[in-house]
């Protein structure tokens, strides 16, 4: 998909420091968001609830982010599903000369050297493209940065034997391979695909 569905149109909200608008915003298509092993599918709802807000130098977001992510056990592979409740808060600042707004969102090699504080406080500054706010880092940031990298069915999921392959919550306490099993022998590479 190459159209951005997380650009919010901000018409509706009078440029007046005080004002302020809430949504309940539902978007059901989007790009497939998080890892391999856990993402938000990409026809999965992602629920928004946001406020906006008319302040002196822009406008502020401010947004409660559900969805729900589905992936696999990274031990037994079963399937698991991670609730997403997070909130953002983000500060898009008015643009008044569109040409300038690219200039500083990507700064060329001419500009002076700048110490590591202000690039990162320069990064935190997003801005309005005409009236539309972009939605898009927040969300994503809101989602992947609070995914579980290794997601597990239980916290105690004991995985699978390593030999066979079956989960060992299936297996009884005495299950073992003998090295020697004739029967194993051809499996032994197999199990690791
Ligand atoms: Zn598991
Ligand atoms: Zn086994």
Redesign the pocket.
């Known amino acids: 998909m190459s159209k951005n569905p997380f650009l919010f149109n901000t018409h509706d909200l009078p440029r007046r420091p005080g004002e302020m608008r809430e949504y309940e915003l539902t978007f059901e298509e989007h790009e497939v968001l998080g890892f391999d092993v856990l993402a938000i599918a990409k026809d999965e709802p992602i629920d928004i609830d946001i406020r906006i807000e008319s302040v002196a130098e822009g406008i502020l977001a401010t947004a409660r982010v559900q969805t729900e992510a589905s992936g696999e056990?990274g031990?037994?592979l079963?399937p698991v599903f991670y609730e997403v409740d997070q909130n953002f808060q983000e500060l898009y600042e008015y643009v008044e000369d569109p040409r300038q707004a690219r200039k500083k969102n990507k700064p060329g090699k001419h500009r002076p050297q700048k110490s590591e504080d202000e690039d990162l406080d320069e990064d935190l500054v997003r801005q309005m493209e005409g009236e539309l706010i972009d939605l898009d880092g927040p969300i994503r940031d809101a989602i992947i940065l609070n995914l579980p990298i290794n997601p597990?069915?239980?916290p105690d999921?004991l995985?699978l034997c390593p030999d066979c392959g079956v989960k060992w919550s299936e297996l009884p306490e005495s299950h073992e391979h003998a090295p020697s099993d004739i029967r194993w022998a051809g499996l032994e590479n197999w199990t690791n695909l």
Do not use: E
């Open positions: 056990c031990r037994c079963d597990l069915c239980a999921c995985g």
